[in-house]
C-alpha cells in the first residue's frame, strides 16, 4: 500500500516561531500537495509541487512555504506562526502520469495550534 | 472553476439503513471522482476512485456512480453500521484543474446503534 507519513500528529507552538511541517511518501509519487483543513471552509490548497525543487501555490500561500529537496519529501514550513494558522494539516501525494487512474493518497493529518 | 457540492450535510440514521451520500459538480468535463472517509482528528481514506469512463465502482457493501451528463454521483452504503460513522468527502478532478482536486465540504454520518 502506498504510504504517506506525516511526521506529527499532534504540534503546539507559540506565535512568532518558525515551524516545519513533514511530509514522505514510499511510492515513487511525482506530485505531493499540501492542505489546511478548517471547519465550515473544507480542505484548502496551500502549495503543491509537481517535482523536485519545483513548487507551485496554491489557493492560500500567504504566511507559508515550502521545500522539496528529495522526490519522497515535501516540507511545509510557517516562517512565523500566527494564531490564524491553528488548523489541521494534511499531505497527499499522486503519480504524475497516472493520477487519474490511481487518485490521490492523504496522509493521517498533523494538528497544529499555534498559541 | 468547479465547484463541488455534497448534500446533506449531516445524516443520522438507525444501524441496518442502506443510505444515498450525493456530490455535484458544476463542470462536466471531469477526469475522475475519488470519494474519502474521514474519521475526526484524522486523515482522508480512499474508498473509491472512478474514472471518467466509468460509471460505477464497488467495494463491498459501498458502490460509487457517476453520472457526468448531470454533474453527480452518488455513494451507496449498504446495510450500514455503527463503524461506518465518519465524514464522506468526495474530491473532483477536471482538465482546466490541472488534475488538482477539488473537494466538497463532506456529509457527516453517524449511524446509531
Known amino acids: 500500500d502506498v504510504k504517506v507519513t506525516q511526521s506529527s500528529r499532534y504540534l503546539v507552538k507559540r506565535t512568532g516561531e518558525k515551524v516545519f511541517l513533514e511530509c514522505v511518501q514510499d511510492?515513487?509519487?511525482?506530485?505531493m500537495f499540501w492542505y489546511r483543513q478548517d471547519p465550515g471552509l473544507g480542505l484548502r490548497l496551500i502549495y503543491f509541487?509537481?517535482?523536485?525543487?519545483?513548487?507551485e501555490k496554491g489557493d492560500i500561500p500567504e504566511g507559508y512555504s515550502v521545500s522539496r529537496e528529495k522526490k519522497e519529501r515535501f516540507s511545509l514550513i510557517l516562517e512565523s506562526a500566527s494564531t490564524n494558522q491553528t488548523s489541521m494539516y494534511l499531505c497527499a501525494s499522486s503519480f504524475m502520469s497516472y493520477p487519474l487512474k490511481y487518485g490521490y493518497t492523504f496522509g493521517s493529518g498533523t494538528r497544529l495550534t499555534v498559541v | 472553476k468547479q465547484e463541488v457540492t455534497q448534500i446533506p450535510a449531516a445524516l443520522s440514521v438507525p444501524e441496518g439503513e442502506n443510505l444515498v451520500l450525493n456530490c455535484s459538480f458544476t463542470d462536466s468535463a471531469i477526469y475522475n471522482l475519488q470519494w474519502f472517509r474521514q474519521d475526526p482528528g484524522k486523515g482522508l481514506t480512499s474508498l473509491l476512485l472512478i474514472q471518467s469512463s466509468q460509471r460505477e465502482q464497488t467495494s463491498g457493501r459501498l458502490n460509487a456512480s457517476l453520472d457526468k451528463s448531470s454533474g453527480r454521483s452518488t455513494l451507496y452504503i449498504a446495510a450500514s453500521q455503527p463503524g461506518d460513522s465518519a465524514t464522506y468527502l468526495c474530491a473532483v478532478s477536471t482538465s482546466g484543474g490541472s488534475y488538482i482536486p477539488t473537494f466538497g465540504r463532506g456529509t457527516s454520518l453517524i449511524v446509531h446503534p
Open positions: 509541487s509537481y517535482d523536485v525543487k519545483m513548487k
Open positions: 511510492m515513487d509519487h511525482e506530485n
